[in-house]
């Protein structure tokens, strides 16, 4: 079995306070992920090289990692696309705990303020929301979405400001406000229209690029500004 | 915010000469500094003419120097550059439906141009005229 070479960015902060580099030389075939790749080191090379995985098949959004650089899960990305050394590193702009894993804080935290899930006051509860294909089309593409944070990996503006709400956040607003079952527009607005929120956005496009679901990050944020300016201008008449 | 732990590796001022898409992105957003040229250009030309013949002759010349076309050449080529970015995002950002079905991206960027051409074709008309 032919072997390829994995250049890891470690990180142990009971040891040193700055990252290294260390290389591992892993056998693979056609089918080996860098998820495996990274497991097969953990079990028979080194078990300190510490990373996060579940699912194994791009649902958990668990495994993403830099991998060349670019975003990438772990399971979603082949040892066979990269012709030479596989440099491997964790998803950047997050603070790093250890080796791989990041500290997603600020990303949960900007997902807890758009209020991601159905508000809905209407005074029979025990009947069933019903939606038309037609209102589920408006929404479904955005739904997509994993929590896997390559979409602000791939974002400079969230590099440059943590304070932006960033593109799986932004998305999940949109998403919920275009959803006919849903009423809770007008609270998550005072979010969208925040500095922080979709006018942080300079339409930079990698984030749907990068994106493992194709949710297409990008173009949510910025139907997120159309919502966000014909927002002011009705509160503009409302006065 | 919570307290981190950790190292946190900061954005270095060169990021976006790190990736091709970074580097695509600023090129769109520098299209900006030779437009700002043509404008002040267009100002100044405007400004020569309330101060008189000695002025506007001036201007002229000015506007014929080799490095001021080449200039407004490279205004011209950006703008246009960026306007081939902004009509490819513009269906993502405002997705068209006409009677419940959506219209193709394709046709709205086509669309576009063909404003672009229109628009280019009425000037073509107004100020071929005189000539």
Request: overall charge positive; some cysteine; hydrophobic content about 45%.
């Amino acid at each position: 079995m032919t072997t390829k070479r994995l250049s890891i960015q470690r990180y142990l902060p009971e040891q040193s306070k700055t990252p290294f580099w260390q290389d591992f030389d892993v056998p693979f075939d056609d089918s080996t992920s860098i998820l495996e790749a990274l497991n097969h080191i953990k079990e028979d090379m080194d078990g300190s090289l510490s990373y996060r995985w579940s699912c194994r098949m791009a649902i958990c959004g668990s495994c993403g990692v830099m991998v060349n650089g670019e975003p990438k899960l772990g399971c979603k990305s082949f040892l066979r696309e990269y012709p030479g050394t596989i440099k491997i590193e964790p998803l950047a702009h997050f603070p790093v705990q250890k080796d791989l894993i990041i500290d997603m804080e600020i990303f949960l935290e900007h997902l807890a303020a758009v209020q991601p899930y159905l508000i809905n006051d209407s005074e029979d509860s025990t009947q069933t929301h019903k939606q038309t294909p037609a209102q589920l089309a408006k929404y479904l593409k955005f739904s997509d979405c994993i929590n896997c944070g390559l979409c602000y990996s791939a974002c400079p503006q969230f590099g440059l400001n943590p304070e932006f709400l960033g593109p799986a956040a932004l998305t999940l607003a949109h998403r919920y406000n275009l959803d006919s079952r849903d009423q809770g527009k007008a609270q998550r607005m005072a979010q969208l229209n925040r500095e922080e929120g979709v006018w942080t956005c300079t339409f930079v496009g990698y984030c749907s690029e990068v994106c493992p679901k194709s949710v297409d990050p990008a173009a949510a944020v910025n139907q997120g500004k159309v919502e966000s300016a014909k927002d002011l201008l009705i509160n503009l008449f409302k006065r | 915010m919570a307290k981190h732990v950790g190292y946190f590796p900061e954005l270095k001022r060169n990021w976006w000469l790190k990736n091709r898409y970074f580097m695509a992105y600023m090129a769109r957003e520098a299209t900006v500094l030779p437009l700002v040229f043509f404008i002040v250009c267009l100002l100044a030309g405007l400004y020569s003419l309330l101060l008189g013949p000695g002025s506007w002759q001036g201007w002229l010349h000015f506007m014929q120097n080799p490095i001021t076309i080449a200039i407004n050449l490279l205004a011209l080529g950006a703008s246009l550059f960026h306007a081939a970015t902004f009509f490819t995002l513009f269906p993502r950002v405002m997705p068209l439906r006409v009677g419940g079905r959506a219209i193709p991206a394709k046709w709205i960027i086509l669309g576009q141009w063909f404003g672009v051409l229109l628009v280019m074709a009425l000037f073509a008309w107004v100020f071929g005229r005189g000539m």
